[in-house]
């Protein structure tokens, strides 16, 4: 195998796993606050490539406006989410919180086929399509969007919860609820924000990735499948290790693809996962289940 | 939670004897295959039910070894002509081996861990369902099968089919029961609620797990094998991760550590997407709305919610009873009194005749 | 004094960087109770754990009358005869305290799986005698009229009885009690006391038992070992331990953390 095409496979690898890792992103937040996995993230993925091809296509807005509204609406349906369908029953065992938002995330993708049928779109790419040649492979100038833009969520998301007083409060409430409760921080508001991040940087994951892969109602279930996947390979509740998770199976896939068989492309992705979980259960950089008798 | 293996049976006899007595009053053929379906669907959430409700122990691959059972008997049946019992029983014995090979290693894992590794065991199986094209037809599926025979018997009209599949589900069910009101239930709900105690009490939880993955499995694949001699025909389709969140749904839905629960969970959803037929497009969001309107409103599922509802009409009933009978008491018990009163007085006054003819005489309070 | 029952000799206990115990050696006498105390995070805990196979000790034996169990799992060891409570109860909340209990005989009456999946004969049988066993239990430590409770509805200090009563009915040759008098109250620990005598009268055990309550171990150990940031700096009958100034030092706090 010569170097172009070792690099090809890298380099595509790498643009879809940084979707990967801001689906697996989305799903880190709300389990960091909640505890309980978001089975609608990969329709909020889902939801940023297809409004924005509605924004567009329908209302004739141009690409950069019609991409802001399409993020803005699904961080919006996020709240909605948490307001009507979670807050309500908090109290309710996880696993009962796990089956409703996988009846949102059914309810999302009915009403996305009702609206928009059930038809593949493309969003056109952010600037060209011409490839830049990058030693022998072919770049294309969305891969550069995907990759600067995948960088700048995740350094903006780490100075959020670094440097803001609301990130430092949802980092509380992820070690501690009950204490974070005492020291006035109001925990319902952290779960509807962590929501409302988590809708917004799987739609912004999703809207960068549409001109790459094509989008319709129904990609949210195998992305949500490859986020949840790769949170557990970088291990469940490290945001850094989310998105390393979602590059390393990004890489794998490709890798596989191109050296193996297209066809069983996923079928390695997993096996490496499950032979990844045997040798450390708790995934690449988690932590060690620690907990005292 | 349990009343008593009494009453289990009871409640399976019941069962048993509504599934008997459903298809003469259906009548529509149609309505005979959703029932078969349903059928078959809760024999796979009773044995779920056991792993996550019971045991705590998630799985989000079931849909594999339904699928892993279904296509071994297709394949030894018809492609190698291999007698019809005799590659269920391989189907069935395929799938408890390979969750047994999984289990080991995979049962070390807890909560979601193990949800992603079984999740992922699901996934791979359905890749090979689609992509061993020489093996399984494919995506477009597997076609020919022969029907269901047994020792020589043909189950030639779905019906007769009904009655061996309901036949089937009450056996899983009673097997299901005897092990809840077992040493190896209690062993299960022990390492359900602390792993550490359960080992401090002597019980192999690595065993007790693996044991009833394989249960669960083994319950699954005797579906799997049924589902395809039924239809003669299966595709990658219905053993996808979508049937795997499914399965996991009825349980939870129908009420986690409940067996009744989980049928009820497994026919309701099983029923609900063939009676939302009607609204033709928005049947899925109408799927998704009521999974998430009864998650939301009946928080230990619908036994739980039917539960509730039979205590209240029973006391509504019983109340209403109870009101009545008070009542005739209360008269009958002033009538009493009444009477009884007379007899006081009487006595009394024949007591005091007594006490005056032997003024010194011992205690008269010995009426009782 | 008869042979002893548990030796564990140079144990040692790793948590990353913290040396959680390091070269003790406890030797629990042949129906003795053995106390260990020391202050809190002296790792008296984590010696249980390493005892009953719950922590892995990177370094020590441990023998449990003939048998080494050095490298026997938790649930091989509760087998042998060693079973032991917890400091932050750990019962079956979702079963009723028969139940419970029951769950304590589950080693004593070893059947294979498969009668309990056809229930035979033999299975009913096992189950009738271990439900009568539970009771006698149950009775023993005063919760028989409460057998049909869900255990989530006991309040603490009957939560203590029952977890006592499940390591009971299996009939352990060594108990081991991490604080099972932390929570109760002066009159709930007398009791306690008294029923931990009577259990080892009436059951023949040895027990190890780590307390905070001075009293309640210098009026029931016949032995006390004394931790100290992991190593043992003193042993001894209670009265002599009472008088150790090291002892003394030690929980007065001359600690500098
Ligand atoms: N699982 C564990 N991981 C890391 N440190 C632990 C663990 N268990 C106990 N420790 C540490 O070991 C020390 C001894 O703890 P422990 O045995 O619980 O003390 P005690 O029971 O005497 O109060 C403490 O510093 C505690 O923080
Ligand atoms: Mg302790």
Known sequence: MDLPSLLQYLITGLTVGATYGLTALGFTIIFNTTGIINFAQGEFVMLGGMMSVFFMRALGLPEPLAIVLAVAGTTLLGALVERLAIRPVRDCPAINLVIITIGVSILIRGAAMLLWGKDTFALPPFSGSAPVSFFGAALMPQTLWVLAISLLILAGLKTFFSRSIHGKAMLACSYDPKAAALVGIGVDRMVLLSFMISALVGAVGGAILAPITLTSFDVGVMLGLKGFAACILGGLGNPFGAAAGGLILGVLESLGAGFISSAYKDALAFVILLVLLFVRPSGLFGRKDGKRV | MSMGYRYDMRWLAGLLLVLALLPPLLGNNYYLTVLTMCCLNAMIAVGLSLLVGHAGQISLGHAGFYGLAAYTTAALSTTLGVPVGLSMLAGVGASAAVAALVGLPALKLKGHYLAMATLGFGVILSILFNETVEITGGPSGFTGIPRLSLFGVEFSSDLSVYYLIVALLGLVV??????????????????????????????????????????????????????????????????????????????????????????????????????????????????????????????????????????????????????????RQDRQDRRDRQESQDRQDVQDRLEMLDRQDNMDGKDGGDNG | MAEPLLVCTDVGVRFGGLQALSGVDLTAGTDEITAVIGPNGAGKTTLINAVSGMVQAQRGTFRLGTDDITRAQPHERSRLGLVRTFQNLEIFSNMTLLENVMTGCHARLRVAPWHSLLRTRTSRAMEKAIQNEALEVLDFVGLFELAKYQARDLPFGKQRLLELARALAARPRLLLLDEPAAGLNMSETQLLADLILRAREHFRLSIVLVEHDMDLVMRISDQVLVLCFGQVISRGAPAQIQRDPQVIAAYLGDDED
């Not at chain 2, 709900?189 to 044991?211: C, V, W």
């Not at chain 2, 550590?257 to 063939?274: H, K, M, N, Q």
């Not at chain 2, 999974?291 to 039917?306: E, I, K, Q, S, T």
């Not at chain 2, 539960?307 to 009542?327: F, G, H, M, T």
Request: charged content about 15%.
């Open chain 2, 174 to 327: 009673w097997l299901s029961f005897n092990i809840l009101h077992s040493r190896v239930g209690r062993a299960l709900r022990a390492l359900h609620t602390s792993e550490k105690a359960a080992q401090a009490m002597g019980i192999d939880i690595a065993r007790y797990k693996l044991f009833v993955f394989v249960v669960s499995a083994a319950f699954a694949g005797l579906a799997g094998v049924l589902y395809a001699h039924y239809l003669t025909f299966i595709a990658p389709a219905s053993f996808g991760f979508s049937f795997s969140v499914q399965l996991i749904v009825m349980v939870v839905l129908g009420g986690m550590t409940s067996v009744p629960g989980s049928i009820v969970g497994a026919f309701f959803l099983t029923v609900l997407p063939e009676f939302l037929r009607a609204f033709e497009n928005v049947e899925i969001v109408l799927f998704g709305g009521i999974l998430v309107l009864c998650m939301m409103y009946l928080p230990d599922g619908l036994a739980g919610g039917f539960n509730r509802l039979w205590r209240l009409v029973w006391r509504l009933i019983y109340v209403r009873a109870d009101k009545y009978r008070q009542n």
